[in-house]
């Protein structure tokens, strides 16, 4: 049975709720075992054992969060050859694709030999707390079940 780690971080519980979101769609797409945990309790050194890793984070300033930061960075020197990765971030409106772009730019740099599936996904708040906007959290399943597809 394949397998598929979703990172975030979340200060309002926003980002959470799209992890989560996600995760039900990667489940819904296929037999894929999915567990969903905070940047900061992940064991990174079991991140190989895994087939798909999705990383989201809250847009600060254009940028994804300081702890998905320095997440990414302790990626460099793991063997993620072949592995299927995809990014997401909460933002406002305006905002859209700033935050998962740079991790998928981090990715790239940290990972090389994994391979992006899917564009990202922004989901838009209504500030700072949020909440998530009406219509935001069907694109979180559809894009876990695109996640999902990528390896089957």
């Known amino acids: 049975m394949a397998t598929a780690l979703i990172v975030y971080d979340s200060k309002y519980g926003n980002t959470k709720i799209v992890a989560e979101e996600i ?4 489940r819904e797409g296929g037999e894929i075992q999915t567990t969903v945990s905070f940047v900061e309790d992940v064991d990174v050194g079991k991140i190989p054992e895994y087939d798909i890793l999705v990383i989201g984070a809250p847009n600060y300033y254009s940028k994804p969060s300081e702890k998905v930061g320095r997440f990414i960075k302790e990626l460099e020197g793991l063997d993620l ?12 409106r305006k905002q859209e694709g700033r935050a998962f772009g740079r991790i998928e730019k981090d990715i790239r740099e940290m990972a090389p030999g994994a391979q992006l599936v899917t564009p990202g996904l922004s989901i838009l708040v209504g500030g700072t707390k949020g909440p998530i906007l009406d219509g935001e959290l069907p694109k979180c ?12």
């Open 23 to 26: 995760a039900e769609g990667v």
């Open 81 to 92: 050859e072949g592995k299927r990765v995809a990014a997401f971030d909460t933002c406002l």
């Open 141 to 152: 399943e559809e894009f876990g079940k695109r996640i999902a597809n990528s390896i089957m």
